[in-house]
């Protein structure tokens, strides 16, 4: 470092970094900064390309820490990527000839959220079944295996869209490959009519699709639709009839907690309550940047999709 400074020892353990591979900032979890280090440095993967097999040979398997449904505790289970099928899958048994879940890489995202899983190796993994949303939560005790399946998830993704997206340059194609949310937290919602009292549900902003659960992990011991989530509403933009209000109606009653907020989308009014000031203005920040932002032609076939909910 002291002979050659910091530019040529980047342009000698950076020099073959897949575009897919993710590269953490300050603000991601430790496990990612660690692992990048430890990778670069330790490993020397992107020195050696060879190295890179575990998430770039378009073909994983192995077992995870994954949490049951039912009862919330974490089971090992067999996962299964494919890039030739587009899929993730994951059976119950090892010697299980059928998946009981199959994800397409088309609608898959990975994001660590190691304080939500309670395991400092935990990643969320959301998929779209029947254009629902639902969520797994996974972990793998070695650090390095479970960002490899990040890593690799990334670089299916990658692929997809390469093909999907022909004349998208890597750095179009890089930002869509896994995102984080925009926001997360408890509020308070109300039911369509607006007459039904208030209930605290915990809510995930990711991208155009605002979605609300029993609780951050989804509460065990309930019907199967508790994997998925219990509502969903897309939010687009100004030019197509969507704006974020501070506060909620006059006539709004059976709310415990009193920052308000209404999201008014060209069908009903939704409204929402934060239990204080902050939490109000961060998520009318994030509802905001959601709203201000031009569509997407393939955002409009999803507002379709949901005008058309029954």
Same mark, same amino acid.
């Given at each position: 470092?002291? /002979?050659?400074g910091?530019?040529?020892?980047?342009d000698?353990?950076?020099?073959?970094?897949?575009?897919?591979?993710?590269?953490? +900032?300050?603000?991601?979890c430790?496990?990612?900064r660690e692992?990048?280090i430890?990778?670069?440095?330790?490993?020397?993967?992107?020195?050696?390309?060879?190295?890179?097999?575990?998430?770039?040979?378009?073909?994983?398997?192995?077992?995870?820490?994954?949490?049951?449904?039912?009862?919330?505790?974490?089971?090992? !289970?067999? *996962?299964?990527?494919?890039?030739?099928?587009g899929?993730?899958?994951?059976?119950n !048994?090892?010697?299980? @000839?059928?998946?009981?879940?199959?994800?397409?890489?088309?609608?898959?995202?990975?994001?660590?959220?190691?304080?939500?899983?309670? %395991?400092?190796?935990?990643?969320q993994?959301?998929?779209?079944k029947?254009?629902?949303?639902?969520?797994?939560?996974?972990y793998?005790?070695?650090?390095?295996?479970?960002v490899?399946?990040?890593?690799?998830?990334?670089?299916?993704?990658?692929?997809?869209?390469?093909v999907a997206?022909?004349?998208?340059?890597?750095?179009?194609?890089?930002?869509?490959? /896994?995102?984080?949310?925009? @926001?997360?937290?408890?509020?308070?919602? +109300?039911?369509?009519k607006q007459?039904?009292? *208030?209930r605290?549900?915990?809510?995930?902003?990711?991208?155009?699709?605002?979605?609300?659960?029993?609780d951050p992990l989804?509460?065990?011991?309930?019907?199967?639709?508790?994997?998925?989530?219990?509502?969903?509403?897309?939010?687009?933009s100004?030019e197509?009839?969507?704006?974020?209000?501070?506060?909620?109606?006059?006539?709004t009653?059976?709310? %415990?907690?009193?920052?308000?907020?209404?999201?008014? +989308?060209?069908?009903?009014?939704?409204?929402?309550?934060?239990?204080t000031?902050?939490?109000?203005r961060?998520?009318?920040?994030?509802?905001r @940047?959601?709203?201000d932002?031009?569509?997407?032609?393939?955002?409009y076939?999803?507002?379709? %999709?949901?005008?058309? @909910?029954?």
């Open positions: 470092m002291a /002979s050659h910091n530019d040529a020892a980047r000698t353990y950076e020099s073959k970094v897949p575009p897919f591979y993710y590269r953490p +900032t300050f603000s991601d430790q496990l990612l692992q990048w430890r990778a670069k440095y330790e490993r020397q993967e992107f020195t050696h390309p060879d190295k890179q097999e575990p998430y770039s040979a378009g073909y994983r398997e192995g077992f995870l820490w994954k949490r049951g449904r039912d009862n919330g505790q974490f089971l090992s !289970r067999k *996962f299964v990527l494919t890039e030739r099928e899929s993730l899958k994951y059976f !048994r090892s010697d299980a @000839k059928e998946p009981k879940a199959v994800m397409k890489i088309e609608h898959l995202n990975a994001t660590f959220q190691p304080a939500k899983i309670g %395991h400092p190796h935990g990643l993994v959301t998929y779209l029947d254009n629902s949303t639902r969520n797994i939560f996974v793998h005790e070695d650090g390095k295996e479970i490899d399946w990040f890593n690799a998830l990334r670089a299916a993704r990658f692929h997809y869209l390469q997206f022909p004349g998208a340059s890597d750095a179009d194609l890089v930002p869509k490959l /896994s995102r984080n949310y925009l @926001k997360e937290g408890y509020m308070e919602k +109300t039911g369509p007459t039904e009292g *208030f605290k549900r915990w809510f995930t902003m990711d991208d155009r699709r605002l979605m609300y659960f029993k989804g509460l065990p011991g309930l019907c199967p639709q508790d994997a998925f989530a219990r509502g969903e509403v897309f939010i687009g100004r197509s009839g969507y704006t974020v209000l501070d506060g909620l109606p006059p006539s009653q059976g709310h %415990h907690w009193p920052h308000g907020i209404t999201i008014v +989308t060209p069908e009903r009014r939704f409204l929402l309550a934060c239990e000031e902050t939490e109000q961060a998520w009318v920040e994030a509802f @940047k959601v709203v932002r031009p569509m997407l032609p393939q955002e076939a999803v507002e379709a %999709h949901f005008k058309h @909910k029954p």
